[in-house]
């Protein structure tokens, strides 16, 4: 297969929100998260082992978080992570889609439509008023799956220009 030749698309992927109870969701969960941290798009390094040790039960601790794993012919192959925050302007909750990883082996196939398909469900069901996420830019293949998929650049005036997300580290 060339490089310009598009994958199959994927008619037997199953897409649900993650169990944090269930063991396999939870191997699943931290493989694939281990993964995407490896990527150069995850910052190239693996998770931490507090952070592979701990990941599963906080986010079960938190009402406020779920997540979607993809799995084909019974394998886990991607997942996005969600938390709810809160729009103050609209005064209800919105999802933040912090992490959306893909197995290398399986992109261009239609996962990323399909966790985010059942992302979008489940804040449509918890009443939320957007959905939310960043994307490095230059990272072009998820930008043109989440414009695909009805996601723009942040902006509450034209003449304010775009949000820009930033960040600061808190040392403990």
Known sequence: ???????TPLADVVVRL????NPDDARALVMLLDAYARDPAGGGE???DFARQNLVAE???????????????????????????FSTFACRTLVNVHDVAVLPGQRGRGVGRHLL???????????????????????????????AE??????LA????NA???QKWLKP
Not at 18 to 21: E, H, L, V
Not at 150 to 155: A, E, I, P, R
Not at 158 to 161: E, K, Q
């Open 1 to 7: 297969m060339s490089a310009l030749t598009p994958k």
């Open 59 to 85: 986010l079960a601790r938190r009402p406020q978080a779920y997540s979607v794993l993809a799995w084909v012919d019974g394998q886990p192959v991607g997942v996005v992570n969600c938390v709810e925050g």
């Open 117 to 147: 398909a059942c992302a979008e469900a489940e804040a449509r069901r918890r009443g939320a008023c957007k959905l939310t996420l960043e994307v490095l830019s230059g990272n072009a293949p998820a930008r043109r799956l989440y414009e």
């Open 150 to 155: 009805g996601f723009v650049d942040y902006q």
């Open 18 to 21: 993650a169990d944090y109870a």
């Open 164 to 166: 820009c997300f930033m």
């Open 158 to 161: 034209p003449d304010m220009g």
């Open 46 to 48: 693996p998770l931490s």
